[in-house]
Structure formats: C-alpha cells, structure tokens
C-alpha cells in the first residue's frame, strides 16, 4: 500500500501540530494545532485538502487550529475532547480505546496517558502507521496503553533528549512550596494529576473553578479512563471548604501575568512561550517541570515495543539527536524502570 507523510507542522520546534497520511489516494490530517503563542504560524492549513480529520487532544497545539479548517470537513475526536471544539462544530466520534473506519482506513486507538479523553492513533496502512499525539507513561492519572506494531512512529518528543524521572520532579517542586505560590495549569492534564498530589502532600492549598470543573470531568469518565484508587480523593476535593486565603493556588493556566499575583510568585510547570522565558530569565517567575511527555527512556521503550523501523521525534528542536538515540542499535532495553506507573 503506498503511503506518504507529510508533517505540515510539528517537526523541528514545539509547534502546532499537523500531520499529512495519504494512503491508497485517502488523505487523513493527524491534529489541527494552534499557535502556542502570538506569533507562531498557522500556514499549514493554507490551502489544506484532506477527507478527513482526527484530533488527539484537547490541548490549543493540537485542536486550536480547527477554527482554520473547513466547517464541512469531517472531523474525529472522543466526546471528552469535542468540548473544547468551537461551539457548534459537528464532529464524529473517535473510541477512546478501540477500533474504526475512517475514509477506508482502519484506526486503532488507546489513552495517551497525558489528558482527559486523550488517545494515540494507529492506523492500518501497510506495517502501521503510529502517532502518540502528546503521550505520557509517568502519570499517576491518566493510563497509557500499549499500541500495535507499527513500522512508523511519529512521537511526542516534546522534551527532546531529557530523561529525568516524574519522581524527582515532583520531589523539586514539593521543595518549592515554602512560599506563596500560584501553579498556573492546563486544566484538562496536569491540574488534575496536580490536585491529587497537593492533596496527599498534606499542605494548604486551593484550586480555582476551572480546575474544580476538571475534577468533575475526570469523575465523569468511565472508570477504566482514569486509574483506580483516586475516587475517594477527587470526590473528598470537591466536597472541601474553600480556604479564605491559601498560600497556594492551583489555576488554570490563563497566561497570567506576575503582577497579577502581587502576593505570590508564579511557578511554571510546563511549556514556556518566548514570553515567560523572558520572565524566568530576569527572575520574575520560577519553572520547574512536571512531566507529562514522553522522556527519552521511554520513547526509546515504546520504539522497541513498536518495532519501528523508522521514528520521527515531534515538537523538538532536537530531531536528529533523538532519532540517532532512538534507533540506535543498543542493547535491548531493559522494562524495569521504563515505566513505573504501567
Ligand atoms: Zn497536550
């Protein structure tokens, strides 16, 4: 079967994704990403022609960009991520874990371990055809589960070469904590991993509306969505008294500005736009990660695992060093350690 891959965006920078398959003259677009902030370009959807799209997830970088697409065009996701679609896109809906037909091809999908309602695609074009969208196997939340054999991958490799465990991160930002705080978030992701974690550090701590109604979300998924033996916790949050004036605020990530938080100083977990990286740089605010992509250890087992014969590392300026590392011909890599939470 022939097949050609296009990435339109994503490849060479954390930048919007799109990917081009066409497979047997069927066209598919693998996510429609927005700009991650002002400035970055949208020219991919210039002049786009494809029978159908399928979005990952509901984060801006990866359905932002549907505003661009036309209205008619047939578009795929789970009912968790239509939520965040523009209001009163039609869209149709993509299993969360399971098999389906799109414009003839055969697509397989499983949660991504990184968001809510979030999956990897793997289509049936000739060995496989994978695609992790943003993927995580260190979530304390979010299952990842193990896709088929695919010749192909195109990876989250949003954290290049970087290969520190979640352990020690959440270790470094426990450290943090000795002062007023606000951790501004993604709601549907990491808010929610973070909520539960805040919960069993036993500190003060609130969470604003928004992550309150990530928290409902998350209970309202299927159980086999989230991973068992938070229930108790989620529901404990949001029975809770609201604090009158904690040191520490959970928030939606609304691009919040230091001067916004007179009070607090702002720790950032996640990706910086060229903005904060300023702010950091001249001492405004503080970055410490919280893992939610894949790290080299396991990008490098999920390659394995695969069988892939040939890997395109995404969302990284780092695209040959991670490829050279991901097929290098090492020894086989040892499970132990690769994936501590499954
Ligand atoms: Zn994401």
Redesign the pocket.
């Known amino acids: 079967m022939s097949l050609r891959i296009e990435v339109l965006s994503g490849l060479g920078d954390k930048a919007p994704a799109a990917i081009l398959v066409e497979a047997e003259g069927r066209r598919l677009l693998l996510d429609a990403g927005g700009a991650l902030h002002p400035g970055q370009s949208m020219a991919w959807a210039e002049g786009l022609d494809v029978d159908a799209v399928l979005i990952?997830?509901?984060?801006i970088?990866?359905i932002g960009g549907v505003s661009a697409l036309p209205a008619e065009l047939p578009l795929y996701c789970t009912g968790e991520v239509a939520a965040a679609l523009p209001s009163g896109r039609e869209w149709r809906a993509l299993p969360e874990r399971g098999q389906c037909r799109i414009a003839g091809i055969p697509v397989t999908t499983g949660q991504a371990g990184?968001?809510l309602g979030?999956v990897w695609l793997h289509l049936g074009i000739g060995d496989g055809v994978f695609y992790s969208?943003?993927a995580c196997r260190e979530s304390l939340l979010f299952p990842f589960d193990q896709p088929p054999p695919a010749r192909v991958a195109l990876l989250?490799a949003s954290y290049g070469s970087y290969d520190t465990p979640q352990a020690q991160c959440r270790e470094a930002i426990a450290q943090r904590l000795s002062e007023p705080r606000v951790l501004p978030v993604?709601v549907s992701?990491r808010a929610l991993e973070m909520a539960l974690w805040l919960d069993e550090l036993g500190v003060v701590w609130n969470l604003d509306d928004a992550c309150r109604a990530g928290l409902e979300a998350l209970l309202r998924l299927p159980r086999t969505l989230r991973r068992q033996g938070h229930d108790a916790a989620i529901r404990r949050l949001l029975d809770a008294a609201r604090k009158d004036s904690p040191l520490l605020w959970l928030v939606e990530d609304r691009d919040d500005d230091p001067q916004e938080w007179p009070a607090h100083r702002l720790l950032h977990t996640g990706y910086l736009t060229p903005r904060r990286q300023r702010q950091r740089a001249t001492g405004e605010v503080d970055w410490q990660r919280w893992n939610?992509?894949l790290r080299l250890s396991h990008m490098r087992a999920l390659t394995r695992q695969l069988g892939v014969g040939q890997v395109i590392p995404l969302f990284t300026t780092e695209v040959r060093e991670v490829s050279e590392s991901l097929m290098a011909d090492e020894p086989a890599f040892s499970e132990e350690g690769s994936d501590a939470v499954g």
Do not use: E, R, T, W
Request: hydrophobic fraction near 5%.
């Open positions: 990952s997830h509901d984060h970088d990866h990184h968001s979030g969208g943003d989250d993604p992701g939610v992509h």
